[in-house]
């Protein structure tokens, strides 16, 4: 382990256990000393209809009804298009989108004041199956090869779908901004997010102010796990103009189930795969890919264009055609979390894998070695893959520590008894960093240190401690290369009237990305460190050489420059009596490059591991006929707990990046996204594999269990 590796205490970890950090909802009063009023939100009771009229009771003084007409700049949150209105306009798209705020001093009597009014609608059909959606907000299509004749050549050709379900963040910390109009005339916007400058951009435009006319502060934040990404930047937006109209600071706070079913989730998707087989290899391989993206827009580009390009897997096919659309219904915007889409999309390739081996009659395990990509193969988009991939030693690995092969063998053997067995295996990436050009053509990333006469060195950039460690490993790089203690070196949350613009906190990109520009800085500050003296360093970014360039419109080049490696395996017991899955053992081999903290990283790790385990799972989410989200409460959406915590062995195996701080490589995100693959497959083998039952959904809960089994009875 290099020294870099070695872990410290986290440098947020007091304030937050001791309960003395301050969250949004904890401030008594604005900085100014004034009271705070309560905002809450008017949300759409119908999936879609025309607004007739807001019926508003006569308000109290101090009380406010704030809607579109408010707005002082433009109505539309800046994300990646700008089709997410502030305040809904003349229709609603889903239940749950905010029509208008009541704001005033007594929570109480806002409450009282939302009651009553009322909303005269005209209601419209919802759109809620994806199948039939017809508007999609992205559509792209790309490949290489010759597709039509590897299908005419096959010797087998085999078609499936594969479907996945919402999963939340679930985020300790609902999500909550506030908003305070500073004496000065500016704007100060502050609250739980993950992108302070995502949020800055998005509330400039809607207030019509200049850059300097308003300034964005993360608080402390209590996870995000991508759903603070974009969100923040609505919620922050309806929050500034309410405190525009009313003068005065105003917060707002969702509760659990304002946030379970009106916040951004994982996209569902229906992925429909056709894969072509000659001499035992596959030739060809097809990929439908539809994620239900709801109403608006958000994030759907981005998070589709990380799944598609996952959707072949890491394995060798000639010959590849993907097509990738997102589609509008009349649902809550999906958006960002964890993994990016990609989830969805190694699900389907992973079971076409195991699928098409266990058609074939091979071991599916076997079958998936012998089509791994190596150093120097293409990419699914005709980029390369410049660095060592490590799978092939991580199988190993894994195979060593829980007896894979050999039980994989063994479980796919006929099971008789109640209680049957399960072993199934996943293999992916996590592509380190912005998809394409990202991090060269649209963030540019800036970071700075700043020393001060006593010898302190301040760092300077817009990531956000989300949970993932940055508030220590920023500090811990810079003092590493100043020869520093620990404690001389600091990062505060960041205030966007301090700090430059690095970026936002997404794609586990702020450690790699930002992480290295800190260590370029703190190099520069070490050859011109003057005892005494205040100084200023600072890093630009710059796209490493060998990149080959990305198209995005052909979807053709490097889409990203490195990619964090993973091997999974769960193995399970089910219970054919009840249809209650145990899992035995899960086993996770992560080649993050090198760890900056060991605890910190292995924390990513299990709770990544975790959260992906639980999408597998028991993470269920849907909503109704009318578009209405029923598990809207930690009774109807289960994850996870602490008694839910499985035998998890997570193991790292470190193939270093030269480009990332010390040969670090995104982390985050790489844990979560291959536990469907294994865990599904797992209980499909303990079901007597997919001959006898074929499972091509996620998450595979107890009461799908037991539909199989009894299927099975019939
Ligand atoms: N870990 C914790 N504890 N809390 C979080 O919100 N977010 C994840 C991951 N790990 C998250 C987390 C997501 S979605 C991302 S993109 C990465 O952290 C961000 O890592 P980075 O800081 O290196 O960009
Ligand atoms: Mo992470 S889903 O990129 O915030």
């Not at 091979?362 to 998936?368: I, Q």
């Not at 290295?516 to 200023?536: S, T």
């Not at 995100?669 to 007597?688: C, I, K, N, R, S």
Request: net charge negative; charged share 25%; aromatic share 10%.
């Amino acid at each position: 382990m290099k020294e870099i590796s070695r872990s410290v205490v986290k440098k947020d970890h007091a304030p937050k256990m001791s309960g003395k950090s301050v969250y949004v909802g904890d401030y008594t009063a604005a900085k100014d000393g004034s009271p705070i009023l309560v905002g809450k939100l008017l949300h759409s009771k119908l999936a879609r209809a025309k607004i007739i009229k807001v019926n508003v009771p006569k308000l109290p003084d101090g009380y406010y009804y704030v809607d579109a007409k408010d707005v002082p700049g433009d109505n539309n949150v800046n994300i990646v298009l700008d089709d997410t209105p502030v305040y809904a306009r003349e229709t609603v798209e889903y239940i749950g989108e905010p029509i208008g705020m009541v704001v005033g001093p007594d929570e109480k009597e806002v409450i009282r004041i939302l009651g009553e009014i009322n909303v005269e609608y005209e209601e419209l059909e919802p759109v809620l199956d994806i199948r039939t959606a017809e508007k999609a907000f992205f559509d792209y299509e790309f490949g290489h090869g010759d597709i039509e004749k590897a299908f005419s050549e096959a010797d087998h050709i085999f078609e499936e779908e594969f479907e996945t379900g919402y999963q939340d963040q679930t985020y300790l910390e609902t999500q909550g901004m506030m908003a305070e109009p500073e004496k000065n005339g500016k704007m100060y916007v502050h609250g739980s997010m993950q992108c302070a400058y995502y949020v800055h951009g998005a509330v400039m435009r809607v207030l019509g102010c200049a850059p300097d006319g308003l300034h964005v502060l993360q608080d402390v934040t209590g996870g995000g796990f991508g759903g603070k990404e974009a969100f923040p930047s609505i919620l922050g937006s309806q929050v500034a103009v309410a405190a525009h109209k009313a003068n005065a600071a105003v917060r707002c706070v969702f509760d659990r189930r304002e946030d379970l079913e009106y916040t951004s989730k994982r996209h569902p998707s229906l992925c429909k795969y056709k894969m072509a087989v000659k001499d035992g290899k596959v030739t060809a391989v097809d990929c439908d890919v539809i994620f239900n993206a709801g109403a608006y827009s958000t994030l759907s580009a981005v998070v589709l264009q990380r799944g598609i390009i996952a959707a072949p897997g890491i394995y060798n096919i000639p010959n590849v055609h993907v097509r990738g659309r997102a589609v509008k219904t009349n649902t809550s915007p999906c958006g960002a979390y964890r993994g990016f889409g990609a989830p969805q999309t190694f699900f389907a390739i992973e079971m076409m894998m195991n699928h098409v081996a266990q058609e074939l009659g091979v071991d599916s395990v076997e079958f998936k070695e012998a089509h791994l990509v190596k150093k120097g193969d293409m990419t699914s988009t005709q980029g390369k893959y410049h660095f060592p991939v490590p799978v092939q030693d991580m199988i190993n690995e894994i195979d060593k520590e829980c007896d894979l092969k050999r039980k994989h063998k063994e479980y796919a053997k006929e099971q008789t008894g109640r209680y049957r067995r399960g072993i199934g295996m996943s293999a992916y990436f996590h592509g380190a960093g912005f998809t394409g050009s990202g991090e060269r053509d649209l963030i540019k990333a800036v970071a700075k240190l700043h020393k001060y006469a006593d010898g302190t060195v301040e760092v300077l950039a817009s990531n956000g401690e989300i949970g993932q460690g940055l508030r220590t490993t920023f500090p811990k790089i810079v003092a590493n290369e100043l020869n520093l203690p620990l404690d001389k070196v600091y990062y505060n949350h960041p205030d966007t009237e301090r700090v430059p613009d690095s970026g936002p906190t997404v794609a586990s990109r702020s450690l790699m990305v930002v992480g290295e520009l800190l260590r370029r800085a703190a190099i520069k500050l070490r050859d011109i460190w003057e005892d005494g003296k205040e100084q200023e360093v600072e890093e630009r970014f710059k796209e490493p050489d060998f990149m080959i360039p990305f198209y995005l419109d052909k979807f053709q080049g490097d889409a990203y420059p490195t990619y964090a490696w993973a091997v999974n395996a769960i193995e399970v017991e089910v219970d054919t009596y009840t249809g209650l899955t145990k899992i035995l053992g899960a086993y996770g081999n992560f080649d993050v490059g090198t760890p900056m903290d060991y605890n910190i990283v292995m924390g990513q790790m299990e709770g990544g591991f975790l959260q992906g385990i639980g999408y597998s799972s028991i993470e269920k989410m849907d909503y109704d006929n009318k578009g209405r989200i029923r598990n809207n409460s930690f009774s109807d959406y289960l994850i996870p707990t602490t008694k839910d915590v499985p035998n998890m062995k997570c193991m790292l195996h470190v193939e270093e990046y030269p480009q990332g701080p010390y040969g670090a490589k995104g982390a985050g995100e790489l844990p979560l996204v291959g536990a469907p693959g294994a865990y599904v497959a797992a209980v499909e083998q303990a079901l007597g594999g997919c001959k006898m039952h074929r499972l091509n959904h996620a998450p595979f809960t107890a009461e799908d269990t037991l539909k199989e089994i009894t299927k099975e009875a019939k």
